[in-house]
């Protein structure tokens, strides 16, 4: 997901540093891991050209990489799976490997090219109807997991949907559900204007208008928590402790000043973290000056967007689709975070001239096309 323009500038900043100005990335070693079926470098409003073009593979730097594939389904050398249990995961691995290369489905007839709809077996999918969401928050959190939560419930479970919007839906449906009276923190909201706006800015955005902005990554004005619910991070704060952009922890103290919390991801399991209000800073060229936003950086994460989740394997997982997915490769990062087909559910939105069991997969084919096409040359001149 990383720009390539990351790595070029790696490339140089080791090719000066060494004094190796032939040599890739100084004549060190550099591995890189991921799947390029997963979603591409995010550049908001960019288009299908600019979205490649960011990828490590249009870089000067890619034909120095060599490409290791996996290739054994470690599932399947599972001691004392049934030949049924076999069939079952290599059918479900199959199946994720063709959405994941765009190679099911029928055509979207407004981008035939990239876009497929694609037909969901029932075994998987929660019925749409009025009370839908609430069958599948209960078959990803059961009622113990609300009143006696622990790291180890949470730490393969989740929720996940296509965009950030959604994900008050969710959480606001779970908390008020939830023993206990919450506990709301207000942000302080200010703004920076730019030059030359003689004070016209800040008299005509007051604070009751900045305290309805929201951002992709900032937490929100009106922070509702409760002790024992997760917390997902926004920011990279200490990275020793665990504490990244994306680290899941439960709430055990809510005080005045601080977050205390527990940590159920990454290398910190069930590590005790403190978290304070931090400053957080969002420049847009669109609007006429830097907005401040002083929270503390958490979002509740019974749910979470299918991006966040890129990286995780969880053993139950709910995919709510109230939309369709957005970019290339996100269904398939959705689908791929199931262990196993019997963690796996899925909420479709019913959308218009579409049968209710079908829904988007976007797969950038020729893309994927093209890097197996490099690969395959790569490899007939290493067997030469």
Known sequence: MIDRRCFEALDKTLKDILNEPTQSFGGKSVLLGGDFRQTLPVKPKASKRDIIESSIVESSVWSHFKVCKLSKNMRLLQPNLSTKEKEEIAAF????????????????????????????????????????????????????????????????????????????????????????????????DSIIPHTNDRGDTKVLYPSEYLNLLNFSGFPTHRLQLKVGIPIMLLRNMNQMEGLCNGTRMIITQLLPRLIQAEVITGVQIGHKVYIPRITLNHTDKELPFVFKRKQFPVRVCYAMTINKSQGQSLNKIGIYLPHPIFSHGQLYVALSRATSAAGLKILIKRQEDQPSNCTKNIVFSNFLAKLESAQAVDMELLLH
């Open 93 to 188: 691995s199959s199946w994720l490997l063709q959405i994941g290369d765009g190679r099911v489905g029928v055509d979207d007839e407004d981008d035939p090219t990239d876009t497929k709809w694609v037909e969901i077996l029932e075994k998987y999918l929660i019925p749409d109807h009025e009370d839908a969401l609430k069958d599948l928050v209960r078959f990803i959190y059961d009622e113990d997991i609300f009143h006696n939560p622990t790291a180890t419930m949470f730490c393969d479970k989740a929720i996940v949907y296509p965009k950030n919007e959604t994900a008050d839906e969710i959480n606001n449906l779970i908390l008020c559900n939830l023993p206990g009276k919450p506990i709301i923190y207000l942000s302080f």
